[in-house]
């Protein structure tokens, strides 16, 4: 499979965004969704258990990247923690509008 490290870890038009590594715990049906998105050079993925894997891309964390993440549902948590907290008051400056 090719590299797909400069397509497919940016999300969004933004510049000089900051990409980072960062933990994804998946189930085990995103296997092939993970892939397809960041290939395999240089992305660790690693199975956890029988029913979820660890997915390690370096992606850009904006909003594009939580909102991917959110299309997802509860089949994907961040693992890493600074992220996920940033990821968590994003959720919560969206849920205070409605």
Known sequence: MENRHDAQ???GM???TKKQRVKLICEGSLLDTMLD????????CGWIDEEHFVCEPIVEINHQFYGW???FGES???GTPEIAE???KYL???QAQY
């Open 9 to 11: 870890c940016n999300f």
């Open 14 to 16: 933004m510049i000089n």
């Open 37 to 44: 998105r960041f290939g395999t050079t240089g992305v660790y």
């Open 69 to 71: 993440v959110c299309g």
């Open 76 to 78: 994907i948590k961040i």
């Open 86 to 88: 940033r990821y968590t």
């Open 92 to 94: 919560s400056r969206i």
